[in-house]
């Protein structure tokens, strides 16, 4: 699958403000974050730039923008347009608990437990986008869901480790942040030995039929240079390089993010402020990795038709 | 509406396509492309179509493949475009509405003025059937020539698609395949006609007929089964040792 960069940009971006969003939501409510009106301004203004850029970022691989809003009218039928829904409606109680935290000195329980579901349900959806589409096998499998959520966690939770090293320490989250790490990379391992190992969904024998008379190969293309369906679906680039890639995601993303989630606990102060400002840009740059790869390692079954054997 | 149609119409207007018959010519796909872009998704865009790499949106693409080997292989011209599948994740993924199903005869179409350019609908068919339009921004795909079929100016004879009507070697059949006793779904019944990726679960309605099995005897085709050579044997003696010299 072509990895259109604007796509790639929005899940890895919205995926680590919905992240933070959520986190906010969920802790500062039970008193686990500073009530500080300041901190909640930076936090919540990182997360919900961070989701509004993403989203609008998808808006530039559409071919009808000023369609856009035509997208939330399927929810009964799409995760696209779910998406969307989910996107728009967790604004609202995202809003409520932002201007209550900053400006009334209220953190909201109700808002924030509503905006951190919204936040869960639009990456769901997200995730459900790749998930549901069976011409993708390796997108098509009960990884896909858990590494979405745990990787907008990821980046969402070293995001936060940033703003609260910043703004007041929190001794009592320092576990928190190497456990997600470590939760988030066992499940993109997972991911990566389940797609490897995964047995064959579909053949070009199976996608033309003609599997019985023997193997099949394309002796002639339709057509002489790459059309719409190469260019989109067939998108082979990146696969001589993955397990460079794999490794370069592990080591910037999960890796070195995990080994400076340490360093508050032996150095607090400048380093531990520099060390997850470090780990949050790398583990950020570490999901982009890990996303485009997810594009560029994904086959699609209509590669069978042109050469491919099995997806 | 994306989701798909509920008491729909045991209508199911689709092709057949015959494998053994389908010489590779292209006319279908050709035909295809002359009629739908002047039709309701025109244009049919072409980007460089002189250039180097022409790139455009074509509903019908014909494949040609080898399969199996030695005396057993064979070269299968292998026509694609849209199936119209009873369960066409293409339709219910589309965000818009834009995808639709039709319930009175299972037609797969896109409301181009509906259509975002999302592509997800692209994603979600394993067979290929959908082409963006890069020009217009819009995803277009196969209509089984709708402004064809139900098109009462034309003689009824000339009421099939156009890849039907310019099929040269009655490869292709077009009928309503929810009625068992159709002309086409007689035809699928007799020859085992089969679904291409049937463990998508998307149910197409399109079916193919396989190549018919390979006559390998001489007696088959009629023609004696060894020929005579067609050059006398080497002569011996002197003429001969110079032949053989010569020839070195």
Redesign the interface.
């Known amino acids: 699958?072509h990895p259109s960069l604007s796509v790639i940009f929005f899940t890895t971006a919205s995926g680590a403000g919905y992240g933070l969003l959520a986190l906010l939501g969920v802790l500062a409510p039970f008193g686990l974050l500073p009530a500080d009106p300041l901190f909640g301004l930076v936090a919540l203004a990182l997360a919900l730039v961070a989701i509004t850029a993403g989203l609008l970022s998808s808006m530039f691989?559409?071919?009808?923008?000023q369609?856009?809003w035509?997208?939330?009218?399927?929810w009964?039928?799409?995760?696209?347009?779910r998406e969307?829904v989910a996107a728009v409606a967790t604004y609202l109680p995202a809003g409520l608990f932002g201007i209550g935290w900053v400006f009334l000195g209220t953190v909201s329980k109700a808002a924030g437990l509503l905006a951190a579901l919204g936040a869960v349900a639009t990456v769901y959806c997200t995730s459900m986008?790749y998930r549901?589409?069976?011409?993708?096998p390796r997108w098509h499998n009960r990884w896909v869901v858990p590494n979405y959520l745990a990787l907008a966690l990821m980046s969402g939770i070293l995001w936060l480790a940033l703003v609260l090293q910043v703004f007041g320490p929190r001794p009592e989250l320092n576990g928190l942040v190497p456990a997600v790490i470590a939760l988030a990379l066992a499940l993109k391992l997972g991911y990566w030995r389940f797609i490897d190992g995964a047995p064959a969904?579909?053949t070009?024998g199976?996608?033309?039929?003609?599997g019985?008379?023997?193997?099949?190969?394309?002796?002639?293309?339709?057509?002489?240079?790459?059309?719409?369906?190469l260019k989109?679906?067939g998108f082979s680039i990146a696969r001589k390089h993955a397990a460079r890639l794999r490794r370069i995601a592990v080591v910037l993303g999960f890796g070195l993010p995990f080994v400076l989630s340490f360093v508050p606990v032996v150095a607090p102060g400048g380093p531990a402020i520099a060390a997850a400002l470090l780990a949050a840009v790398l583990g950020t740059v570490g999901v982009f990795v890990e996303r485009w790869l997810f594009f560029a390692e994904a086959k699609?079954?209509?590669t069978l038709?042109?050469g491919g054997s099995v997806v | 509406m994306t989701s798909l149609p509920t008491g729909a119409s045991r209508k199911r207007l689709g092709l057949v396509i015959d494998l053994d018959i389908c010489v590779g010519c292209h006319a279908c796909a050709v035909n295809c492309k002359e009629w739908n872009t002047g039709g309701v998704a025109a244009p049919l865009t072409d980007l460089a179509p002189y250039g180097a790499d022409p790139d455009g949106v074509w509903f019908n693409r014909v494949h040609t493949y080898e399969v199996g080997e030695g005396v057993t292989g064979r070269t299968v011209h292998f026509p694609r475009s849209c199936l119209h599948c009873a369960q066409p994740a293409c339709v219910t993924v589309c965000p818009t509405g834009a995808s639709f199903k039709r319930a009175e005869d299972g037609i797969v179409l896109v409301n181009e003025d509906l259509c975002i350019g999302c592509k997800l609908c692209s994603w979600a068919c394993p067979y290929g059937a959908r082409e963006f339009d890069e020009d217009a921004g819009v995803m277009k795909k196969c209509t089984l020539c709708i402004d064809r079929i139900y098109n009462e100016t034309f003689d009824p004879e000339d009421r099939v698609p156009a890849c039907v009507a310019t099929c040269p070697a009655s490869a292709r059949h077009f009928g309503d395949l929810g009625d068992p006793d159709s002309a086409v779904s007689r035809l699928v019944a007799e020859r085992e006609g089969f679904d291409l990726m049937a463990e998508m679960g998307y149910a197409p309605t399109n079916k193919y007929l396989p190549p018919r099995p390979r006559r390998q005897d001489a007696g088959c085709t009629g023609a004696s089964a060894r020929l005579a050579p067609a050059a006398p044997a080497a002569p011996g003696g002197l003429l001969g040792w110079l032949d053989r010299l010569l020839s070195q």
């Not at chain 1, 035509?70 to 399927?74: G, H, P, T």
């Open positions: 699958m691989h559409l071919g009808q923008k369609r856009a035509r997208a939330f009218s399927q009964r039928s799409s995760w696209l347009s969307g986008i549901s589409l069976k011409p993708v969904t579909s070009a199976s996608a033309t039929g003609l019985s008379f023997g193997a099949v190969r394309l002796f002639e293309a339709p057509h002489t240079s790459e059309n719409y369906l989109e679906m699609h079954a209509v038709y042109y």
